[in-house]
């Protein structure tokens, strides 16, 4: 778990402190949820061949976050040490219920297409990691502060990793509205005489995990602090 | 007195509240979005049964495509007895509108098929054919499937079909609901007695017209569909002698 949860500082700070930001700012790279501490990979491998479900998962691990951080920010001195665990499931389960709801009320088909995915958020170490390592010691503010910090984090590698396989793998983007926006010429493509043809692999788990590594592998290659001995 | 946060009696006040708000919050989401599940629900079930006579359409046209290839919707008893017939569009308020029936939640019930009434849908294909479409429902390895299987006027010719899932593992079980399944079903025919049809775990002969492949590594789930249909056809065949016998006089 990483380390950032400095102690309460008497004084009021402004909303863009350095602490905000540092809380904001670091998940995206150097703490990263997907890239340095391996977590919630599950559903990064398994909803990121399209672009859009990954858009859609990561707004509601977003707002799932957002609410149970908040929500156990708020109860901290409240919940009982002994069931907090419990509590804090409770919270994230009643949050993905709600989101499941929604989707399937306004998005029926990205919810089919996410299946089993929505419900797993409940599992997703990201979240739980996060109420036990931040929300519980922390005013609700920074507790806010580090939910978006850490989604925008998972966000971010899920739509380069589904942009990545749309495109190598569907040859196309689809996006709603637009209908299928391509990449690469038509006549590129083995059907209309070219010589590409879509990589089969990449809408596959597998290259999922292989993206995902080669994102890791630059990151690491750019900053060496993250270089383990 | 300040409150001991980890005595028992908090514990238990601090559950009993939590789980009261909690519930509510979720009954509330729950019936608001209901209506708006249901109608998608019933968009879907339009989508899906134009699926299988090979008819494409989206969630937003379904209401106006249905009635333009389902020309007459019925419900027979577990005999073959026509018990009610509509056309035209789908009142969805109407409980006696065969598209109306719940097959799945009839099929959780456990009722006997004497208790209950079924559904099909008599269709027309786009060049005028005419086509049965049966619903489907059975369980796969982890949660209910179910589908639509359509059947040519001999019925006993598949005509198309299109099946689903609700929790099934993805790359292995859910694999019914993709075309490449669903298409070795085309042309494919029954058997004139129990089994119908059966979905055959390796070494199927390419010449046998009465099954096709499994997934692989969705055996309980491809198993689980072959069921469905066979029980299923097992039912109707009834009300197909009857409509056979009465053609033949």
Not at chain 1, 59 to 69: E, K, Q
């Given at each position: 778990m990483s380390t950032e949860n400095s102690a309460i500082t008497p004084k009021r700070e402004s909303l863009f402190s350095k602490k905000n930001r540092k809380l904001l700012k670091d998940p995206l790279s150097e703490s990263n949820p997907i890239t340095i501490q391996v977590l919630g990979i599950c559903s990064a491998l398994a909803i990121t061949v399209q672009l859009q479900q990954a858009v859609i998962m990561s707004?509601?691990?977003?707002?799932?976050?957002?609410?149970?951080?908040l929500l156990v920010s708020l109860l901290r001195n409240l919940i009982p040490d002994r069931i907090r665990i419990i509590v804090q499931l409770v919270i994230?389960?009643?949050?993905v219920i709600i989101v499941d709801e929604v989707l399937k009320a306004y998005q029926p088909d990205i919810s089919e297409k996410l299946s089993v995915f929505v419900g797993l958020i409940i599992?997703?170490?990201?979240?739980?990691?996060?109420?036990e390592a931040f929300a519980l010691a922390n005013k609700p503010g920074p507790s806010v502060f580090d939910a978006i910090g850490n989604a925008m984090g998972y966000a971010w590698v899920l739509l380069v990793v589904s942009i990545v396989r749309e495109i190598f793998g569907s040859g196309a983007i689809s996006l709603p509205g637009m209908g299928q926006v391509k990449f690469l010429p038509q006549d590129w493509f083995v059907s209309s005489g070219g010589f590409y043809e879509n990589n089969n692999l990449m809408i596959l788990p597998p290259m999922a995990l292989v993206v995902?590594?080669?994102i890791i592998w630059i990151q690491r290659s750019r900053n060496e602090a993250l270089i383990e001995d | 007195m300040a409150i001991n946060k980890n005595g028992t009696g908090y514990t238990f006040l601090f559950s009993i509240i939590m789980v009261v708000i909690v519930g509510t919050a979720l009954a509330y989401t729950s019936l608001s979005l209901k209506p708006l599940q249901k109608k998608n629900a019933a968009d879907k079930k339009m989508v899906d049964i134009l699926g299988a006579i090979g008819v494409t359409t989206t969630r937003e046209n379904a209401e106006t495509d249905f009635p333009t290839y389902v020309k007459e919707r019925l419900s027979?008893?577990?005999?073959?007895n026509v018990l009610n017939s509509s056309t035209g569009k789908v009142d969805h308020a109407d409980s006696s509108d065969p598209f109306n029936l719940d097959v799945k939640?009839?099929?959780?019930s456990k009722k006997l098929p004497s208790e209950l009434s079924f559904p099909l849908y008599i269709c027309e294909d786009v060049i005028g054919k005419k086509i049965y479409v049966i619903p489907v429902v059975g369980s796969g390895l982890w949660g209910p499937i179910w589908g639509f299987v359509a059947l040519e006027s001999d019925m006993n010719t598949i005509y198309g079909a299109k099946f689903d899932h609700k929790t099934e593992t993805p790359g292995?079980?859910?694999?019914i609901k993709d075309d490449f399944f669903s298409d070795k079903f085309k042309g494919q025919k029954l058997r004139d007695a129990s089994p119908y049809f059966t979905i055959i775990k390796g070494g199927r002969k390419i010449?046998?017209?009465?099954?096709?492949?499994g997934i692989t590594g969705g055996t309980i789930t491809s198993v689980g569909v072959g069921e469905m249909i066979d029980r299923t056809i097992s039912i109707y065949q009834y009300y197909f002698e009857s409509v056979t016998n009465s053609s033949e006089q």
């Open positions: 707004l509601s691990v977003l707002f799932v976050m957002i609410g149970a951080n994230i389960a009643s949050l599992t997703n170490c990201i979240i739980m990691g996060r109420l995902v590594g080669i | 027979i008893d577990s005999e073959g939640k009839d099929y959780r292995l079980g859910a694999e010449e046998d017209l009465h099954s096709v492949d």
